[in-house]
């Protein structure tokens, strides 16, 4: 406890205790800055699609979102509508393993399927676009009751596009309306079911 005493090794020990903390937590900084430039993933993406959705459905409605992590951006930016899923999609398949069944086999390989894919009978994979469209429809307005459809088709890995089969069912179909899309990220895009 002496050596404890001496002036000088207690300044030399505090300054080593501040070179520690600054040290560290410049790394701590320019690393979350790093990480945040790695992801590249614009706060303001969903702005404009959250906006549109906003002024243009009515309070409380369903908006059929085809990838869960959507969610939060899609909910800072509107929350007067309800989203199929915002949470991991477990919860989803804890709920209803049915209805997770149709959200991802529509939304991932654009089929109408209750089951894991691997079950999913052979014909759901040949049929035809028109026809997928009317199952489509009547699926989002009898199991889901959502009337919109929010899609971020961005490119994964610069390769493909994870709902690219959904989007095209969707397009060019008297059932569905492009309603939205953004001028400044084209891969966002809120669709609406007509009413027949």
């Not at 699609?49 to 009515?58: C, D, E, I, M, S």
């Not at 309070?59 to 959507?70: E, G, L, Q, T």
């Not at 400044?184 to 809120?190: D, G, H, Q, S, T």
Request: charged share 20%.
């Amino acid at each position: 406890w002496l050596i404890l005493s001496w002036p000088r090794l207690k300044i030399f020990a505090l300054f080593i205790i501040c070179l520690t903390v600054i040290y560290s937590g410049y790394f701590n900084v320019f690393g979350a800055i790093a990480a945040m430039k790695e992801t590249d993933f614009p706060f303001d993406k969903y702005q404009g699609a959250g906006q549109w959705l906003k002024n243009n459905t009515p309070p409380n409605s369903i908006v059929f979102n085809a990838s869960w992590d959507n969610f939060p951006q899609l909910f800072f930016y509107n929350h007067q509508n309800y989203y199929i899923v915002g949470m991991d999609p477990t919860f989803m398949y804890v709920y209803n393993q049915k209805i997770y069944w149709f959200w991802r086999n529509i939304t991932i390989q654009g089929i109408i399927c209750s089951q894991p894919e691997k079950e999913c009978l052979s014909s759901v994979y040949t049929q035809k676009f028109s026809q997928r469209r009317e199952d489509l429809s009547q699926l989002l307005k009898n199991q889901f009751r959502a009337k919109y459809i929010f899609i971020d088709n961005q490119k994964w890995g610069g390769q493909f596009q994870k709902h690219q089969v959904f989007q095209k069912i969707l397009e060019n179909s008297s059932l569905f309306r492009k309603v939205y899309q953004d001028k400044k990220y084209p891969e966002v895009i809120v669709f609406q079911l007509k009413d027949n």
